[in-house]
């Protein structure tokens, strides 16, 4: 039996009220049996036993809902695939908020409530007029512990080796220590996390050891797309300038990629140890800090295999930027036109949020295009300057024509295009920043 299929669960009842305990009773088991701790579990039973109870009064009786519980090591994924109609995402957004006036809104409350019961979630078209509902629920990890950390002293010999469990959360432990003030993934504040996300698979790892046993550096890689992985690092800790420990660990990501049907490779926030003259620049983000000061971070990419290139859609506000980033970085792109022709719309939009508030940033994303964009993104920049978060971003998914339309609402907001992370969602990526000061 495959990992895949004994990390999953899976079953499918029709959409009536009689089969709601069944739901959650299915999805609390399941839970817990991925090891997600007993109050992870409960928060996402809760968020179960709304959904369903929602889909129920919205659905006819004879409608499937099926949900599929999965684990990705250091978390669970609830996935809910449902018949399409009448589904009201707007609950889903960060700022929605109740109207106990409004009868329509006090019916989506318990959508709202699961929306919060969960770190992240995904919303998908699927073939048959279904939609996925994805929920993603997180392991509760103890924060870095304030132990000794060992001393680490330049290695005159080393070998580049996959890690077991216990290196990795010494390898996240030394990151977080060797690499204060720098960017760095907010996983490194937790190394049980970090250990769970290489063991479940979807991240990799190669650490540098010393014929004793120690971690003198590290590089951690994932899928960021279809086609492109993303590498953070590579970490070394105290070692020679003329060390060839970065280049080694660089070198081992590189193989390993290599014999994946991944065209490139992409390092959004590097360390002053990447090697840079293996990449090309994909331009440059604005970090703000808090007392007005700021600081460039480039980043960078890397072919791995020949592009044969795609298409891209784009509203015509962006052409002339894409033009230019694929000129420069000789990417054969066919640009497609979105416009609006006066076409039906809906009237709500969706927005994702993902915080890293040890780095004070957040990123947008979009799950549903609607008529208030531009409301509701003036909406979570108003929630984002109560919290006083500096660095907000928004990717936008070229593969995907319906997320063009938010480019008129983000430009009358203050972003800016400044970034194109070739094939890092369904197509490229298009990384808009902030500049106005919340």
Known sequence: MSKKTENSAYIRLFATA?????AMAFVEKAAVGLKLGQTEAMSLTLATEEIFSYLCRIATSDQPVEIHCSSGGYYVRADFLFPSDDFNMRAFNLTATVSFDDEASLEEMGLLIASRAVERFYISEEKGKRLRLSLI???????????????????????????????????????????????????????GKVA???????????????????????????WAGLKTMECFGPYTFNQAPDSPMSNNLLDACLGYIARTHAVGLINRFPTNDLPVKYFETLGALTIFGSREQSSSVTAYFRQMQEDAGTSVW?????????????????????????????????????????????????????????????????????????????????????????????????????????????????????????????
């Open 314 to 438: 784009s509203s015509p506000e962006l052409e002339q930027f894409l033009q230019g980033e694929y000129g420069r970085l000789f990417l054969p792109r066919k640009i497609l036109p979105v416009m609006d022709h006066g076409e039906m719309k809906a009237p709500f939009s969706v927005l994702s949020a993902e915080f890293d508030r040890s780095q004070d940033m957040v990123t947008l994303r979009a799950i549903r295009a609607g008529t208030d964009a531009y409301r509701n993104l003036s909406g979570h920049m108003s929630l984002f300057s109560r919290e006083s978060i500096h660095n907000v971003f928004f990717e936008m998914d070229l593969g995907l024509p319906w997320q063009a339309e938010f480019t008129p609402a983000l430009l009358k907001s203050a972003f800016k295009p400044m970034l194109v992370l070739p094939y890092a969602g369904q197509g490229d990526i298009i990384v808009f920043q902030l500049f106005r000061k919340l």
């Open 18 to 22: 009689a089969f709601t305990p069944l």
């Open 196 to 222: 769970d996300m290489v063991d479940g698979g979807e991240y990799q790892a190669v650490l540098a050891i010393s014929p004793g046993g120690e971690v003198g550096g590290g590089i951690i890689w994932r």
């Open 137 to 191: 629920k997180e392991k509760a990890y103890p924060e870095t512990i304030t132990a000794e950390i060992p001393e680490v002293k330049p290695f005159r010999d080393f070998s580049i080796r996959r890690p077991d469990s216990d290196a990795l959360k010494l390898f996240a432990l030394l990151v977080k220590h060797h690499y204060q003030g720098q960017i760095i993934p907010c996983s490194f504040n937790y190394p």
